[in-house]
Nanobody
């Protein structure tokens, strides 16, 4: 199993960025997918999660209304996207995609609950 995140970069405050993750190596159709982020000296924080089967979404309080998570399932892989709008410097950090399942109904906000993790992609928002 492999989770590969990409799309991070440097963006000005107020701008937008879309990051992607591809999870492969097993069927992920009944797995919850999520994005977490971690800034230097801070704990890993839940950003967004998405269920299977209809894709109900969940967001951390600090990103509600600005970020949008989506997924595109294939047979033995899943693509997960995070569209980030109205970015501010507090959104900077390493963004990690994660997978939990199978059969998990609601994405957990606890990093310890997740089975698989990607390597992270760095997002830097300049003021």
């Amino acid at each position: 199993v492999q989770l590969q995140a990409s799309g991070g970069g440097l963006v000005q405050a107020g701008g937008s960025l879309r990051i992607s993750c591809v999870a492969s190596g097993r069927p992920f159709g009944t797995w919850v997918m999520a994005w977490f982020r971690q800034a230097p000296g801070k704990e890993r924080e839940f950003v967004a999660g998405i269920r299977f089967s209809g894709g109900t979404t969940y967001y951390g309080d600090s990103v509600k209304g600005r970020f949008s998570i989506s997924r595109d399932d294939a047979r033995n892989s899943v693509y997960v996207y995070l569209q980030m709008n109205s970015l501010n410097p507090e959104d900077s950090g390493i963004y990690y995609c994660a997978a939990d399942g199978p059969g998990i109904v609601i994405p957990s906000r606890l990093p310890s609950e997740y089975v698989y993790w990607g390597q992270g992609t760095l997002v830097t928002v300049s003021s």
